[in-house]
C-alpha cells in the first residue's frame, strides 16, 4: 500500500542554519503530497502542499518540490528560527479515499 | 472563523472503562475525519464521514471502537473498554467536499492515557 518514509529526528541546528527534512513516498497513481508542522502544545498545521509533479509548495519561508522521478517531497528552509522548533509531518492522500497518510514525523529543533 | 476542536484535551483513565472523545469540525465542512497517533509513531487514519454517513473506516483497529456523527455536525469516537494500546494521541480533521485535493483543516487533540 501506499506509505511515506521521513528520516529520523531529532534534527538540532542552530539559528539561521539551511534546513532539509527528506521525505518520500510510495504510491499508485498520482497523490497529493503535504508537509505539516505540530508546534508544542497545539494542533497540527498544514504548511504546505503539491499536487502534481514539479509542483512547489511553499509557506512562511519554507519550500518543497514534487519530484515524481525520485518520488521524494524533501522539505527546506534557508534560514531557520527557534521559532521553527516543532515536528513536521510528511502525508500524501490517497486519490480514492482522501485519506492521509503521514510518516513518523521529525522533530526540529533549533537553537540561538 | 472557528477552527476543529476537540474535547477533552486530555483524558487519564484506568484499563477496562470507557471514554468519549469529541470533535467539533469547522462549519459547513461535510468531511469529518478521525486519526490517532500511538507512541510517537506515524499519524494513521481511522475513518472518515461524509455528512453523518461512514464513507470510509477502514482503519478502525477493532470493535471496541465507534465512531457517530448524528446529524452531520459534530462526531464522537467512543472507545470501550479501553486498553492499554489505546493511549496516545486522536486528531479530527475537517474538509470542504469538492476536488481530491481538498485540505483537511486539523483540531489540537486529546491525549488519551490509559493505565
Known amino acids: 500500500g501506499d506509505s511515506v518514509t521521513q528520516m529520523e529526528g531529532p534534527v538540532t541546528l542552530s539559528e539561521e542554519a539551511f534546513l532539509t527534512i527528506n521525505c518520500t513516498y510510495t504510491?499508485?497513481?498520482?497523490?497529493?503530497l503535504f508537509w505539516y508542522v505540530q508546534y508544542p502544545g497545539e494542533g497540527l498545521q498544514l504548511l504546505l502542499k503539491a499536487t502534481k509533479a514539479d509542483d512547489k509548495g511553499s509557506n512562511k519561508g519554507f519550500e518543497a518540490t514534487y519530484r515524481k522521478e525520485t518520488t521524494s517531497f524533501h522539505l527546506e528552509k534557508g534560514s531557520v528560527q527557534v521559532s521553527d522548533s516543532a515536528v513536521y509531518f510528511c502525508?500524501?492522500?490517497?486519490?480514492?479515499?482522501?485519506?492521509?497518510?503521514f510518516g513518523t514525523g521529525t522533530r526540529l529543533q533549533v537553537f540561538p | 472563523e472557528a477552527g476543529v476542536t476537540q474535547f477533552p484535551s486530555h483524558s487519564v483513565i484506568e484499563k477496562g472503562q470507557t471514554v468519549t472523545l469529541r470533535c467539533d469540525p469547522i462549519s459547513g465542512h461535510d468531511n469529518l475525519y478521525w486519526y490517532r497517533r500511538v507512541m510517537g509513531k506515524e499519524i494513521k487514519f481511522l475513518l472518515h464521514?461524509?455528512?453523518?454517513?461512514?464513507?470510509?473506516e477502514s482503519g478502525m483497529p477493532n470493535n471496541r471502537f465507534l465512531a457517530e456523527r448524528t446529524g452531520g455536525t459534530y462526531s464522537t469516537l467512543k472507545v470501550q473498554p479501553a486498553e492499554l494500546e489505546d493511549s496516545g494521541v486522536y486528531f479530527c480533521a475537517s474538509s470542504q467536499p469538492g476536488t481530491y485535493t481538498d485540505t483537511q483543516y486539523f483540531g489540537p487533540g486529546t491525549r488519551l492515557t490509559v493505565l
Open positions: 502525508a500524501l492522500s490517497d486519490n480514492n479515499t482522501d485519506k492521509l497518510i
Open positions: 464521514f461524509v455528512k453523518e454517513s461512514k464513507q470510509d
Open positions: 504510491a499508485t497513481g498520482y497523490p497529493s
